[in-house]
């Protein structure tokens, strides 16, 4: 049996990517096969597309990619199980996190990252959820500990992981301040933020105002001004950030690495860990009303060349989606 993939065998840009017929996966023991639906795009898929920065060739492979799939994020249904699975049986609507996921079919670790869908959302809305929201819900609750009463300020917030932010935030308790362009107020306001400043009109490191906790999503201000933002005792996490082709946002985290042992302010550094217990987290702040995925656009499968440049271009409004498999 075969199936529809996103396939590219080249370093390069959106151009080097084919969509082939390719053996469909099969459930093996402890494995659920999932029909999928709809995927989402994040950074990722461009730094492997791009295999930029270069450090990232050591995993990913030094001249051409040792993996030849695109995307992680998935929403859809159980098609079959392997032997020993009793989580999940044909038909239940799932999401969650599996390379390859530019795919009419994955195969995922029943005991791995996947939950049952949220209730109430389409696919495709499903889809924008898994990394973007971990990373946003562990940065938060994790290592920010984000809580009532406190002060946070999302930079970056009309992004993937921004949107999640800023009402993950808000769900805590905290008050709270979004930082985009022009065109995005309107948006920021509307998904919770207390406050939106606009950084074509001013520099948020510069306006007096405090925070127990900076979500860098941009690094597209210094760790010496970022820190003049904070409470004495604040946090700051680093999501992104310039380090030029070798290292790429890297260059950002290594510089709160070793800055940390220097200063009293908290600087934080993390992995997202992909896991079925956050997803049903996030699942449940879907079910309760906290939270609501925010989708720019949605690309047929065929169209994830130009999904992927849209996005790598840095004007994304939160989410861009891929139907996979419509109806």
């Known amino acids: 049996m075969t199936m529809k993939a996103i396939r590219y065998h080249a370093y390069g840009p959106p151009e080097v990517i084919e969509l082939r017929e390719v053996p469909r996966p099969e459930a093996g023991d402890g494995e659920v096969l999932v029909r999928v639906r709809a995927a989402a795009v994040n950074p990722g898929d461009w730094h492997l597309l791009r295999g930029s920065p270069y450090l990232l060739r050591a995993v990913s492979g030094p001249t051409r990619p040792k993996a030849h799939g695109l995307g992680a994020d998935f929403a859809g249904r159980v098609e079959a199980v392997g032997a020993g699975v009793t989580r999940f049986g044909p038909g239940d ?6 390379p390859g996921s530019f795919a009419e079919y994955v195969t995922v670790r029943a005991d791995g990252p996947v939950s049952a869908k949220p209730a109430g959302l389409t696919y495709e809305q499903a889809a924008a959820v898994p990394t973007s929201g971990l990373t946003a819900l562990q940065a938060l609750r994790d290592k920010g500990r984000v809580g009532a009463g406190h002060r946070v300020l999302v930079n970056g917030a009309a992004g993937g992981i921004g949107t999640f932010a800023v009402q993950l935030a808000k769900a805590y308790g905290a008050e709270v301040t979004g930082v985009c362009g022009s065109a995005n107020v309107d948006l920021v306001r509307s998904i919770g933020a207390d406050h939106v400043v606009d950084h074509t009109k001013a520099d948020f490191t510069r306006t007096g105002r405090r925070y127990h906790l900076i979500l860098d999503n941009v690094g597209n201000r210094s760790l010496s001004d970022c ?3 904070l409470t004495p005792d604040g946090a700051f ?7 030029g082709r070798w290292v790429g946002p890297m260059g950002r985290i290594i510089a709160v690495n070793v800055l940390s042992w220097f200063v009293r302010h908290r600087f934080f550094t993390f992995v997202t860990r992909e896991n079925a217990a956050d997803l049903a987290t996030l699942a449940g702040l879907v079910e309760a009303g906290d939270l609501t995925p925010v989708i720019d656009r949605v690309h047929p499968l065929e169209e994830v060349p130009q999904a992927i440049g849209y996005l790598e271009r ?7 989606v891929v139907t996979v498999q419509p109806g």
Not at 314 to 320: E, L, T, Y
């Open 314 to 320: 840095g004007h994304a409004r939160g989410k861009v």
């Open 93 to 98: 609507e799932v999401y969650g996190c599996a």
């Open 227 to 229: 820190r003049r933002a």
């Open 237 to 243: 996490i680093p999501n992104s950030g310039s380090g």
